[in-house]
């Protein structure tokens, strides 16, 4: 490869949108911007008590164009500009959002721009547990188990849930919305200039895991299905079209409208979208029967499987096991937990009480200092916590927590449960409780593992990226002592980013395959947790206790 190569990976998380220009030669970072959700960052259209959490399209139409613009600005400019071959978009999942038949999101068109239903329905919104469960009950009437390979249990962080629990809310977003678009699936499909919903490439990502698509069913299950068990469903499978493509695929060029706005070239290639999880596991440099674990707000635990190794073997109680999901000619497996660090933000945030409501009527400093305090306090909150839990002792009888504040994604969806902390006393202070939250989620990834292993696909190694995975070593240090299993993080920063920019690089033709991306691309591992061999029997213990707790709450 003699001339520049550059490429873009945009990575829309939870909470901000990050953009990153790398060189398709070595994987070198060359710039990065972040962008935070201004409608987002107000909590507008979310109600956290009826779990319903809606974003703006705005918000990532804004950032899409503001981080790219940035990240070249920083990289050096037109020079730089000329050279971008690629970009590629990994999103949060499932992110869904009625559309017309011009694929424009509802809330986009007049009279719908406040209207929380109109706008994406972020993957933790669990406002349809109802729908998830009668499509559960639903799926049990037919002959083929339309839920064989979403590992057995639909889910209210899904596709199908989402749409009919929208579709019967709102009389208006029903008579409007043509079809139910992916969040990764229309990002692609703008930066096109799609026209019309039937030229929208839906990645096979979104689809296999989220949606019920299967090669086994030559698409997704029949209209009979879905109709069957609400009228409101009818003729939606065949707005999504049965065919799907994996990531590696072009999904078109850039607009001569978004090549104006970001001053790029309209040979630029766009690639087929995926979750943010799929290709942070690529850009971590995932490997077969290796855990890859991305740890931010929640998990997502990605695996590959040779196809011949799961040859007529479904595995229950995950997310999906899905051909070429995240490297193509390999099954996806997938599952994870749906809070992680949601949940110190939590117990951080419900420590903050008298910061963020009392320090402010101060009478003692002025506005500006005691605002310069909250912030610095609160940043202060959970490293503190963790270097204290750190020092305390191992115990049997300390305080012991469940870690299902949002839900339990994985193993066997449930998103009715709900958390718990017990063996509280007058002796239990803030350190106390966060080793108990902090163990409830290692107790939690390793319910994980144990179900993988207990079906037949071995986890022989982990593999930590994301936020927390960075920035905690006391978590990771638990993780290896729990899991009884090293666990090696690795040393990319913005891993989903670079995930997406090796997938660009492979939909421009740079490589052949998304392994060789890889290999060039990837910078392997910085650090590497191993297990305390001392603490195996007293974790074991505890997490035996985490399962005996879980199964009362569950009852």
Known sequence: MSADHFVIGVDYGTDSVRSVIVDARNGKELASSVFNYPRWQQGSYCNAAQNQFRQHPLDYVEGLEQTIKDCIKKAGGAPIASAIKAISVDTTGSTPVAVNEFGVPLSLVPGFENNPNAMFVLWKDHTSVKEAGEINAHAEKFDINYLQYVGGIYSSEWFWAKLLHILRA?????????????????????????????????????????????????????????????????????????????????????????????????????????????????????????????????????????????????????????????????????????????????????????????????????????????????????????????????????????????????????????????????????????????????????????????????????????????????????????????????????????GAAMFAATAAGIYPNVEEAMAAMGGGFDKEYFPDQQKAALYQLRYQQYVNLGKYIEQ
Not at 212 to 229: C, H, M, N, R, V
């Open 170 to 498: 709102d009389k208006h977003v029903k008579k409007a919305c043509q079809s139910w678009v992916e969040h990764c699936d229309w990002i692609p499909f703008l930066l096109t200039g799609g026209k019309h919903i039937s030229q929208m490439k839906r990645g096979r990502c979104s689809a296999g895991h989220k949606a019920l698509w299967s090669a086994a069913f030559d698409g997704y299950p029949p209209d009979e299905f879905f109709t069957s068990l609400d009228p409101l469903l009818k003729g939606y499978t065949t707005t999504l079209l049965k065919d799907t493509y994996t990531s590696d695929q072009s999904a078109g060029t850039l607009s001569e409208e978004w090549a104006q706005k970001l001053g790029l070239s309209t040979n630029v290639i766009i690639g087929v979208g995926a979750f943010d999880a799929h290709m942070g596991a690529v850009g971590g440099q995932i490997e077969p029967y290796h855990l890859s674990k991305v740890m931010g707000t929640s998990t997502c635990d990605m695996l590959v499987v040779p196809k011949a190794d799961l040859e007529g073997k479904l595995i229950k109680g995950i997310c999906g096991q899905v051909d070429g999901s995240i490297i193509p000619g390999m099954i996806g497996l997938e599952a994870g937990q749906s809070a992680f660090g949601d949940t110190y933000a939590w117990f951080r945030n419900l420590l903050s009480w008298p910061l963020n409501d009392l320090l402010l009527q101060s009478s003692l400093i002025d506005e500006k200092t005691a605002a310069a305090l909250k912030d610095e306090l609160a940043a202060q909150i959970i490293p503190e916590l963790s270097r204290q839990a750190a020092l305390l002792p191992l115990e049997e009888n300390a305080e012991l927590a469940i870690d299902w504040l949002n839900g339990r994604r994985t193993p066997d969806a449930n998103q009715l449960l709900k958390g718990a902390i017990s063996g509280l006393s007058l002796g239990s202070d803030a350190p106390r409780v966060f080793r108990a939250l902090a163990e409830a989620t290692c107790f939690g990834a390793k319910s994980i593992v144990d179900r993988f292993n207990s079906e037949g696909v071995p986890v022989k190694g982990l593999i930590g990226i994301g936020g927390v995975a960075k920035k905690s070593p006391y978590i990771m240090q638990m993780m290896a002592d729990v899991m009884q299993m090293p666990i090696r993080i690795h040393q990319f920063e913005h891993t989903c980013a670079l």
